[in-house]
């Protein structure tokens, strides 16, 4: 085996591992009973940041683009854990409406997989890899953004069959 590709195989099999360790390490994590530094300890530090209007912080722990899972973790302003969610979901994805922007999806859904812009079409498609059903089947929700009011145009799910 050339070496080369033996560091990528043990990368990508040290990726999926701290993946896994990481939504392991959601699980340990209750509301009202952890403390931001034990988030951070066991998570790392957020993706990103999301400011509320109550004054907390939601931390963003996206798994994209090979996971499919975003966890949402909203610090109270006592520095505890107030809620965790995993927000890549139907009911979330049920929630995108026409004319939303760009900063109100990231809310919702988290960081996408991927972005590609089509010119011709005059859209911005965000996509994200979710849990399909059968779960063999690999499965994407696209939200499209057009490229004029930069609002949201529609969405779709889309399916590429495993092997």
């Given at each position: 085996?050339?070496i080369?590709?033996w560091?990528?195989t043990?990368a990508a099999?040290?990726s ?5 360790a990481c939504d ?6 209750q509301?009202?009973?952890?403390t931001?530094?034990e988030?951070k300890?066991r998570?790392?530090?957020p993706?990103f ?17 090979s ?9 109270g302003n006592?520095q505890?854990?107030?809620k965790?969610?995993?927000v ?22 988290g960081?996408?997989?991927s972005?590609?812009v089509f010119d011709n079409?005059?859209?911005d498609i965000?996509?994200?890899r ?9 499965t994407?929700?696209?939200v499209?953004f ?5 609002g949201?145009?529609k969405?779709?799910k889309r399916?590429a069959?495993?092997?």
């Open positions: 085996m050339k080369s590709t560091l990528s043990a099999t040290i999926a591992a701290l993946l896994a392991v390490a959601v699980q340990e994590i509301p009202g009973v952890t931001a530094a988030v300890a998570m790392g530090e993706g940041l999301h400011a509320n209007s109550d004054g907390t912080v939601t931390w963003e722990y996206s798994r994209q683009p996971g499919v899972h975003c966890y949402m973790i909203t610090m006592n505890i854990v107030a965790l969610e995993q890549l979901n139907e009911a979330n994805y049920a929630r995108v409406r026409d004319g939303m922007t760009r900063d109100e999806v990231r809310r919702l859904l960081a996408p997989g972005k590609v079409l005059r859209e965000w996509e994200w979710i849990e399909g059903i059968p779960p063999t089947d690999e994407f929700f696209m499209h057009d490229l004029d009011s930069g949201v145009k969405t779709s399916v069959m495993k092997g």
